[in-house]
T-cell receptor, first 114, second 115 residues
Framework: DTGVSQNPRHKITKRGQNVTFRCDPI?????LYWYRQTLGQGPEFLTY????????KSRLLSDRFSAERPKGSFSTLEIQRTEQGDSAMYLC????????????FGSGTQLSVL | GENVEQHPSTLSVQEGDSAVIKCTYS??????FPWYKQELGKGPQLIID?????GEKKDQRIAVTLNKTAKHFSLHITETQPEDSAVYFC??????????????FGAGTRLAVHP
């Protein structure tokens, strides 16, 4: 068990480009979450998967944001037509559905939009 | 809407002193309260958590207390060490579709422990 893995660690892109981030959760975890963290703030919830089903996506910031978890294992978060305001740390977390559920975070992908 | 307020935003202590960080939450249905430590360039690391059926929990130098009536919970670190220096976040759960834990985070407390 190597924890939650996120790639890339850093991404620099030009405004208007599309970017995709990948998250590999802890292997036995069936729940996966995406959060966004801006400088000086706590993580902000974006979306949630239970296995391959995306059960909550209302907090995705706009229709430029989309996430998938096609086989219930890894997940991708895509931002289309990036804007400077999208610059932030994108965090992935995973958990196992139990009465004592605990969320474990990856190290994040730091996005800079120029 | 759901909200978690965290105080103070910065905290500076001498090595060996205690540190206390306080949070309040708005959603009375919240029943899970984790604390995370975040070091520079890393993701948040879970350090301790408490559920609503417990008033206090301790793990070595770290303790958390919960007052559900007042919607307050606090993190206590005793005998602080320089390696405790980091940003600490409190969070409160808010039930989401399918019963998952949607965590609402505070804005963080930057703790500096001086030797």
């Amino acid at each position: 068990d190597t924890g939650v893995s996120q790639n890339p660690r850093h991404k620099i892109t030009k405004r208007g480009q599309n970017v995709t981030f990948r998250c590999d959760p802890i292997s036995e975890h069936n729940r996966l979450y995406w959060y966004r963290q801006t400088l000086g703030q706590g993580p902000e919830f974006l979306t949630y998967f239970q296995n391959e089903a995306q059960l909550e996506k209302s907090r995705l910031l706009s229709d430029r944001f989309s996430a998938e978890r096609p086989k219930g294992s890894f997940s991708t978060l895509e931002i289309q037509r990036t804007e400077q305001g999208d610059s932030a740390m994108y965090l992935c977390a995973s958990s196992f559905e139990t009465t004592n559920e605990k969320l474990f975070f990856g190290s994040g992908t730091q996005l800079s939009v120029l | 809407g759901e909200n978690v307020e965290q105080h103070p935003s910065t905290l500076s202590v001498q090595e060996g002193d205690s540190a206390v960080i306080k949070c309040t939450y708005s959603d009375s249905a919240s029943n899970y309260f984790p604390w995370y430590k975040q070091e520079l360039g890393k993701g948040p690391q879970l350090i301790i958590d408490i559920r609503s059926n417990v008033g206090e929990k301790k793990d070595q130098r770290i303790a958390v207390t919960l007052n559900k009536t007042a919607k307050h919970f606090s993190l206590h670190i005793t005998e602080t060490q320089p390696e405790d220096s980091a940003v600490y976040f409190c969070a409160a759960s808010s039930a989401g579709t399918g019963g998952y834990n949607k965590l609402i985070f505070g804005a963080g407390t930057r703790l500096a422990v001086h030797p």
